[in-house]
């Protein structure tokens, strides 16, 4: 038990810090995908693009074993880097859907009464799709928790590492990736009823 605790604990931790990559980048890229600039959407759009039709167990083993090696990343923040740059293109269309689902009339209105457009977009149009991005946001670090499971590939002792070497040792292949089937289930589980408490208390605030 003590190993898978301790597999656990690199799971949650390298998601955690993936997802925190993962928002600032994805941000920015769902804002120029509604940029006026047409540069800023096509250079978005590619990003995009890109990483949601590459694998990631692709992504991973070229980042460690490419850019790991100009930038001398460890084994951990190789995994980081991956999966953060992976869900931000997600974060970016969760981002984009959110901005384009507030009216445009809200919009015109905040430039019929004299705002720039960064300050419509900053003061009116961001606020409004907070509420929305906010769940499907929640979900994607759900999501993260799972993908992590591949990072294992680039010899980090996370909870699936942790489940192939006792395999290795102890042959019972079954038992043990059953219990660390029940185990991702119960962290997303509870991740997810976190997230629904999360969005009720935030209904009722507002």
């Not at 600032?24 to 890109?50: C, D, H, K, M, W």
């Not at 074993?65 to 740059?85: H, I, K, Q």
Request: hydrophobic share 55%.
């Amino acid at each position: 038990m003590p190993l898978f605790f301790k597999g656990i604990r690199v799971t949650m931790e390298i998601s955690f810090f993936a997802l925190l990559l993962s928002i600032p980048i994805g941000t920015i890229a769902g804002l120029f995908r509604v940029s006026r600039f047409r540069f800023l959407r096509a250079i978005s759009t590619a990003y995009v693009e890109f990483f949601r039709g590459v694998p990631l167990l692709v992504l991973l083993i070229w980042i460690f074993f490419v850019l790991g090696r100009f930038f001398r990343l460890t084994p951990y923040w190789s995994a980081v880097s991956g999966l953060g740059v992976f869900s931000g293109a997600f974060v970016a269309e969760i981002v984009r859907a959110g901005i384009q689902s507030v009216p445009k009339g809200q919009m015109e209105a905040a430039r019929a009464s004299g705002m720039t457009y960064l300050q419509a977009m900053s003061y009116v149009i961001l606020p409004q799709a907070l509420r929305k991005v906010l769940p499907p946001m929640a979900s994607q670090f759900i999501i993260l928790v799972k993908d992590s499971s591949l990072v294992s590939v680039i010899s980090i002792v996370d909870l699936s590492m942790v489940a192939k070497n006792l395999v290795a040792t102890t042959f019972r292949s079954i038992e043990i990736w059953t219990f660390v089937a029940v185990l991702y289930f119960c962290i997303t589980y509870g991740l997810s009823q976190l997230i629904a408490f999360c969005e009720r208390k935030f209904r009722m605030d507002h």
